[in-house]
């Protein structure tokens, strides 16, 4: 049986203003070819499948259009919610969707959904694990000890019953980290992965009973603790810090019990997103400009602040998402120890001079107000100042 196993797609996304819809459509073409080379039998989706829980139009039309590719394909579909999605708007239509044998997980309800599947070996059994959080999971289980996502995640599974001479496999969305190591985040996760703490982290070890552990919400693709848990990565490079991160799908050959075969696909954008360094008048000569539907990346070491640089760019790479500088003055800043200049000053002091060095005059209470609301916004400051 071969798997195709997909994961963060964030249909609609967006990188730096620019609508990515179309780079997503090319992709999803691309994964649509690999599905009739690689003959797969089964997609699936590992969340945050929307960008965001209410999605534009665009974004669920390309999502409504990959899936009937994938039914005239006669593949078997399972999808879970990410923490981006909807669990309840992502279940929409889920029950009439089985006919056609997509198979959607997204609301968590004490159990896990499975499904099986058969071959010429036997067997498969594919679990669904939307995304949950531990407060979600104690819920359905008031006699257990759930105080971290992985106690939740440990007790669900736990309480499944898995039939260990089948083979199995599982799709879920969550922080999952090896024995001795985090999973290398891309950057374009939200907020809350960089910053996961303790509690969100689950051992890859809650995993054992299974043959294939298809995730998704690292960006990066990789394998955690053992080569048969794995994050398929997103499709498309989210941001720019994953200028250097190349994308590929894991196909998944699953022979008799304990053979299992991954084979990353690698995947070639419509735009690829690239990182140029250098002086204007050199990136801009004709001998040195390529590929200029990419989405660019400048770094400009001229020593002057070039006017209308953006305007420029565009003029010879329209898809330019930013530009910034690295010369002595930047340098030179870089250096600045901003705690040596605040000493031991409050906040207040600090936005009163900043003010009065800007804009030649004293800081009325109002803006004073304004910029201390913005400061507690941003965790800056405590309520109590
Ligand atoms: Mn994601």
């Given at each position: 049986m071969v798997l195709l196993h997909l994961g963060d797609i964030h249909f609609g996304k967006s990188l730096c203003g620019f609508d990515l819809i179309d780079d997503q459509r090319y992709i999803l073409d691309q994964i649509l070819n690999m599905i009739e080379d690689k003959k797969v039998d089964a997609v699936l989706i590992a969340g945050?499948?929307?960008?965001?829980?209410?999605?534009s139009e665009a974004a669920t039309n390309l999502l409504n259009d990959f899936l009937n590719q994938l039914v005239k394909r006669s593949v078997t579909v399972f999808m879970i919610s990410g923490n981006h999605d909807s669990d309840e708007r992502l279940n929409f239509g889920s029950e009439l969707f089985r006919t056609n044998n997509i198979y959607i997980s997204s609301v968590f309800r004490g159990s896990m959904f499975s499904q099986t599947l058969r071959d010429e070996y036997g067997e498969v059994c594919i679990w669904l694990l939307p995304f949950v959080k531990a407060s979600q999971v104690k819920r359905y289980y008031p006699d257990s000890k759930i105080e971290s996502y992985d106690d939740a995640v440990r007790t669900i599974i736990e309480n499944e019953q898995i039939d260990n001479d089948k083979r199995n496999v599982i799709i879920a969305h969550q922080f999952v980290a090896g024995k001795h190591a985090d999973p290398v985040t891309a950057?374009?996760?939200?907020?809350a992965v960089q910053n996961v703490g303790l509690v969100e982290k689950i051992s890859c070890s809650c995993f054992d009973p299974f043959d294939y552990v298809a995730l998704g919400h690292i960006h990066s693709a990789q394998s955690v603790g053992r080569d048969t848990v794995r994050y398929s990565g997103s499709p498309l490079k989210y941001s720019l810090s994953e200028i250097n991160n190349e994308k590929s799908v894991p196909v998944i050959t699953l022979k008799e019990k304990g053979d299992v075969g991954i084979e990353l696909v690698p995947l070639k954008p419509k735009r690829d997103v690239r990182h140029i360094k250098g002086k204007m008048n050199i990136l801009l000569d004709k001998v040195n400009v390529v590929d200029t539907d990419d989405y660019m990346y400048v770094t400009l070491t001229d020593e002057d602040v070039i006017e209308d640089v953006m305007g420029i760019f565009r003029k010879t790479y329209?898809?330019?998402v930013k530009i910034d500088y690295d010369n002595s003055h930047t340098r030179e800043m870089e250096k600045i120890d901003i705690t040596e200049i605040s000493g031991n000053k409050t906040y207040e002091e600090i936005v009163s001079e900043f003010y009065n060095y800007v804009f030649g005059t004293d800081i009325t209470e109002e803006e004073m107000s304004v910029m201390k609301e913005a400061a507690k916004e941003a965790g800056i400051i405590d309520e109590t100042n």
């Open positions: 945050d499948v929307y960008d965001r829980a209410i999605p950057g374009s996760e939200s907020v329209p898809n330019t």
